[in-house]
């Protein structure tokens, strides 16, 4: 190094150029395949102009190689060199975009894809302005996606409903509008049909798309007008994408709409057969369904496929591929595998960090509900983990990762035993969590009620007052039994058992406690049943069930069990 140093350092600058290029020249002879190589010893050589097409293609080769941080360097040079378009007609700006994104750069890649938009015919425009607003809200910019997003909306003729009742009235509208008018459709050719029509139907279906996980009357309300315009129009492609997505939708209705449901992905496969995204749009409505019916196993398997298929479809599908993984990981936990479910969970928030995926990142710190680090006894990192990414987030608006945070906090202060704290959290944040209408939603709802309930018999061991600890929680009880949830059979006794223990009716606590063990056991949550056994007044019983979850991973399985029963440790 220091010889070749001394030499280039006594050449001049035009011996220099020379040097580079002879040595460019050697390279094209021997055909050496180091674009990137060649391209430095053409620029140096003076040849800017002959170095930007090797450029170019050094980036691709870059992006193919998963190198995405290298590949946004050399198309940040091939714009500097000149080079406006690759040997597709691409414009490089596009490929810049994209590598952005493909590096976890959100931010810059939605101001790369908003200055791109500037000057590009409408359409074109359009689509690149949606791109923009997906990445800003994945890195948590949701107000600059939100600006974006009524921008889009407002050249469509459309606009974001603003404030809890607009929304709510408008999904309501939106939803009855469907169930009056049903799915029946005739289908055309979309060449036929005008391109305007075909642009507002895109532009709901991508903004119900980017809004679902961030408050779900706005996903709700824009992927049912998605549906409602599709049909009208005819187009099978964006009918059956829309039937799928719909599918999920219904499937988080409870019971009632199963069969709906079921008949719903059936006909969106006919309409659209072996079309990858439809196919991986319907997988995922199976995991939701799957999740919301309590049929854990097939949530788990549902969501390994539709990942599967995700990754053949490649970049995009961005909010069903986040609700497949969740879901999925998420049924791995209520099937009681705490070591996988810890595993996975970290490896997508590593990931997500890693990319900036700020919303990816929140979603599976606070949407699995019962945080990882419990399963490690590690209550105040769990508890640090879920502040430090809501800090992250700070948003002005209340949405669904508010209720997962909600819901995640008040169980880390189950498992700390602390209820007085859980029902704390609880009330600070129930008039906020009203306008995102979860009482529709009937897993969710019970998830609420379920929480607040235990939240309510843990203050109660802690000396609240016994009285209305237990009209309280006789009130949710009543509220639980009306929601059309596998899970609430097991809930109601559950509930009933412990506030019997507590009452010191130990008859009747044993034999609801049975009976919720007998219905937790059938619906496959394994975590819920031993809690329950850990909770009756038998040594040899209470001593097997903390072993049974020592076991599965919960390296304190006594504070395990007294989070999802307080009544544990009572004696």
């Known amino acids: 190094d220091s010889i070749r140093t001394g030499v280039a350092g006594g050449l001049d600058e035009r011996a220099t150029q020379t040097v580079h290029q002879r040595i460019a020249t050697a390279l094209i002879e021997l055909d050496v395949t180091r674009d990137d190589l060649l391209a430095y010893h053409l620029q140096r050589g003076g040849q800017a102009t002959d170095a930007a097409p090797y450029v170019l293609r050094a980036a691709a080769q870059a992006a193919r190689t998963l190198a995405f941080d290298r ?40 101001r790369a894809y908003l200055e791109l938009a500037q000057g590009a015919p409408t359409e074109r425009a359009l689509t690149l302005r949606e791109r923009a607003a997906d990445r800003f809200l994945r890195s948590g910019r949701l107000a600059e996606g939100r600006e974006v997003i009524s921008a889009v909306l407002r050249e469509v ?94 499937a988080t209705f409870g019971r009632s709409s199963v069969e709906v449901h079921r008949r719903l992905v059936q006909r969106a496969l006919a309409i659209a057969p072996g079309n990858p995204e439809v196919e991986a749009i319907c997988l995922t409505a199976q995991v939701v369904a799957a999740f919301h019916g309590n049929r854990w196993a097939d949530g788990v398997t549902s969501a390994r496929e539709a990942l599967a298929r995700f990754e053949v479809l490649g970049e995009g599908k961005h909010w069903e591929r986040m609700v497949a993984g969740m879901f999925g990981l998420a049924s791995a936990w209520w099937l009681g595998d705490l070591i996988g479910f810890r595993e996975r969970v970290r490896e997508r928030v590593i990931d997500a960090r890693a990319r900036g995926e700020l919303l990816v990142e929140l979603h599976y710190t606070n949407a699995m509900l019962f945080p990882p680090g419990l399963i490690d006894g590690d209550a105040e990192g769990a ?107 097991a809930v109601v006794p559950a509930l009933e058992s412990q506030v019997a223990r507590l009452t010191g009716d130990a008859a009747t606590a044993r034999a609801a406690n049975e009976r919720a063990v007998a219905v937790y056991e059938r619906l496959q949550m394994p975590v819920f049943a031993l809690s329950l056994r850990a909770a009756r007044e038998d040594a040899a019983e209470r001593g097997a069930a903390l072993d049974a979850l020592r076991a599965r991973g919960a390296a304190d399985a006594e504070a395990y069990a007294r989070m999802l029963t307080p009544v544990v440790g009572i004696r």
């Open 71 to 110: 590949s946004v360097v050399l198309y940040r040079r091939a714009l500097e060199l000149g080079q406006a378009h690759d040997e597709r007609g691409v414009d490089v700006r596009e490929r810049l975009a994209d590598a952005l994104t493909s590096a976890g750069r959100y931010a810059e890649a939605a």
């Open 383 to 489: 508890d640090a983990h879920i502040l430090d990414v809501q800090g992250r987030w700070r948003q002005p608006m209340v949405g669904m990762p508010d209720f997962y945070a909600l819901l995640s906090r008040m169980n880390v202060a189950l498992y700390r035993g602390r209820g007085h704290d859980a029902l704390a959290l609880f009330g600070a944040a129930a008039a906020g969590l009203r306008r995102l209408g979860l009482h529709r939603l009937p897993m969710l709802h019970l998830t609420l009620l379920e929480a607040e309930a235990r939240a309510r018999l843990a203050a109660w061991v802690e000396g609240a007052d016994p009285a209305q600890s237990r009209a309280l929680v006789a009130a949710r009880v009543k509220r639980i039994r009306r929601l059309p949830v596998p899970w609430g059979e």
């Open 157 to 250: 003729g459309l606009r974001l409903p603003e404030g809890a009742a607009r929304t709510l009235l408008s999904a309501a509208w939106s939803r009855l509008r469907l169930r009056l008018r049903g799915f029946r459709f005739r289908a055309r050719d979309p060449a036929g049909i005008p391109t305007a029509t075909l642009r507002r139907i895109d532009v709901a279906f991508s903004v119900g798309e980017g809004l679902a996980p961030l408050d779900v009357l706005w996903g709700v309300d824009f992927q049912t007008r998605s549906l409602l315009w599709a049909l009208a129009a005819g187009d099978p492609l964006r009918i059956a994408r829309s039937m799928g997505v719909e599918a999920a939708t219904l």
